[in-house]
């Protein structure tokens, strides 16, 4: 039988890794007491962080891998063909309103929307739906409410959000094909599927292949939510938290830190609303609006996972102009309503 | 590596996490790294995980082979990676080897102690007010100070608390704060709050002691803001409770 190993590439971050592994190691028993002992102290609080990021992040990230796996199975492509519209506009409207039916946070619709893009989701559409999803979805419309309440707050979270979507998805409709903006052309896209497809299979042949679809994802992406979590997790360790904060006030400096803060902190959308309550009272309308907004499109674990998926220019795009238009929007509120 | 090989491994990997997460939440031990109200999340992870190892395990033994139309001698797994396999046991290595500590006083000195918590109204707020001054934890105090409302009328009630001791740079020889990590939803939102406290011995105690404060309250300016001090009576030191962090 010949054997496949594509992700022989993929082996010199593990010898990096080994290798980061032992040099810690020797380090920490040639240093003083002290040192090693101050070491030990942020090795368990890196510990309880990137556990608690990953424990979090996980079955939200299975959640996206189980709606892509089911999306290869069940939707075929010419019913998604037949369905989405051809001009800009509509096909960006509806992508910004697809979470609504496909409740996936950051992790989970970055495979879902590589998947929908090789059943020939047109592109406008799909990064409509990478960017509005983690916050159009009814999880995280109802944890906002939960947490600011029916008010501005969540009014100006789901337009601010579907504003920058709709607009992106509008400046991406100038690549006309997905494979384009995929880092692996479309045609022979190494997506995990299982090959044939055998006529009349039943419908527990098809879960149970949805399921394969999915772990093989799940695998891939996981990796990216480790590594994400990890560096999220050095940061908070090492970096003090309180000189961001203290360094974030004025009109200016405190959008920027509250989307810095958006960045390091790689929470999951459908709580991050909950944190931000936490900001309430320090932080201007204007700065929290865009921590919820910047948040969920951009941060550590999703800006790696982009990078699996994307090519880098739209990875670029994809980064930049969400950071602008939320910066702007967070500086406009500032001086509108401080 | 042949498909078999490569199926029973990510088979392997994947019931080495669900256990994980299932030791945890059975040992009480995920509320170090997460806010329990988001436990239900972590058993649906494990149902989940428990499917996909189903399907793994249970394959048709690779039927799709004899399928004629197509001119594949074998199921040809793409994503096929070794590394994938490792990374995804990494925090499983993380949490076996790394004991499993709560965020104490060390992890407070990069994060700062909040003396007025920016805490607005929640549920749970109206608690915070009515329950007896004795049954108040840290955060009920520092809420009250915070709200806004008139607080003279808790002035002079005897609180009783626990945290942990924190030595901070803006307080006197004769001062520490009494701390504890408020988590919302996990560990990477965790922030520390503190109450001042008063104690002529204050210099004896070590940092990141957990202690049992008791005391009458009074009212104190700090970096221009009205907080909570305790007069400490007696400060006793206790074990670290069970449940370290407290939950908004």
């Not at chain 2, 709050?193 to 008791?214: C, H, R, Y």
């Amino acid at each position: 039988m010949e054997i496949h190993i594509h992700g022989r590439r993929l082996s010199r971050p593990l010898i990096w890794l080994i290798l980061l592994v032992v040099l810690g190691a020797v380090l920490f028993s040639i240093v003083p007491l002290t040192v090693s002992l101050w070491l030990w102290q942020k090795l368990a609080i890196f510990a309880t962080v990137f556990l608690g990021i990953f424990i979090e992040a996980v079955p939200f990230l299975l959640m996206g891998t189980l709606a892509s796996g089911l999306v290869e199975v069940f939707l075929s492509q010419e019913w998604i063909t037949r369905i989405s519209p051809q001009r800009t506009l509509p096909a960006a409207v509806l992508g910004s309103l697809l979470g609504l039916v496909f409740p996936v946070c950051e992790c989970g619709v970055i495979p879902l929307t590589r998947r929908l893009f090789r059943k020939g989701l047109p592109v406008s559409t799909g990064i409509a739906f990478l960017l509005a999803a983690p916050v159009i979805n009814p999880i995280v419309i109802f944890s906002t409410a939960a947490a600011f309440g029916r008010g501005r707050m969540l009014a100006w979270r789901l337009g601010l959000t579907l504003i920058i979507a709709i607009t992106i998805g509008i400046v991406f409709s100038a690549q006309r094909n997905a494979s384009d903006i995929l880092r692996q052309p479309l045609f022979e896209v190494e997506l995990p599927v299982v090959n044939a497809q055998p006529k009349g299979e039943a419908f527990g042949e098809k879960l149970s292949r949805a399921l394969i679809v999915s772990t093989d994802e799940f695998f891939e992406m996981g990796r990216y939510l480790i590594m994400g979590a990890s560096l999220a997790a050095i940061m908070q360790t090492f970096i003090p938290q309180t000189s961001l904060l203290a360094v974030g006030s004025g009109p200016l400096l405190s959008v920027i830190a509250m989307m810095t803060l958006a960045v390091v902190l790689s929470i999951c959308s459908t709580v991050d609303a909950f944190v931000a309550l936490g900001f309430v009272g320090t932080f201007s309308f204007g700065s929290i609006l865009s921590f919820l907004v910047f948040g969920p499109m951009v941060d550590i674990k999703s800006m790696l996972m982009y990078l699996q998926v994307f090519r880098r220019r739209p990875v670029f795009y994809l980064v930049l102009l969400p950071l602008l238009i939320s910066l702007l929007a967070g500086i406009t509120f500032n001086y509108l309503s401080p | 590596m042949s498909n078999k090989l490569y199926r029973s491994l990510q088979a392997f990997v994947l019931l080495t996490i669900a256990l994980f997460l299932a030791v945890k939440l059975m040992s009480g031990k995920l509320d170090l790294y997460i806010n329990l109200r988001f436990a239900p999340l972590t058993v649906f992870a494990i149902i989940v995980l428990a499917l996909m190892i189903y399907a793994l395990v249970r394959r048709p033994k690779d039927k799709f082979h004899q399928d004629e139309h197509h001119d594949h001698q074998h199921e040809h797994i793409h994503s096929m990676s070794f590394s994938a396999l490792v990374f995804l046991l990494i925090p499983i290595l993380i949490g076996v080897l790394i004991p499993a500590r709560p965020l104490d006083a060390a992890a407070a000195s990069t994060r700062g102690v909040n003396v007025s918590a920016p805490i607005v109204s929640s549920a749970s707020q109206t608690l915070s007010f009515e329950s007896a001054a004795d049954q108040r934890n840290v955060l009920d105090w520092i809420r009250i100070f915070k709200s806004g409302t008139d607080v003279t009328t808790y002035l002079g009630e005897t609180a009783n608390v626990i945290g942990f001791v924190y030595k901070d740079q803006r307080l006197a020889e004769n001062q520490f704060l009494v701390s504890r990590f408020v988590i919302t939803c996990c560990a990477a939102d965790g922030f520390a709050i503190g109450i001042v406290v008063n104690w002529d011995q204050a210099s004896t105690l070590d940092e990141n002691t957990w202690v049992n404060v008791k005391g009458a309250v009074k009212s104190y300016q700090l970096e221009d803001q009205p907080v909570p001090l305790i007069e400490a009576d007696s400060v006793e030191i206790v074990e670290e409770p069970p449940q370290p962090y407290l939950f908004p």
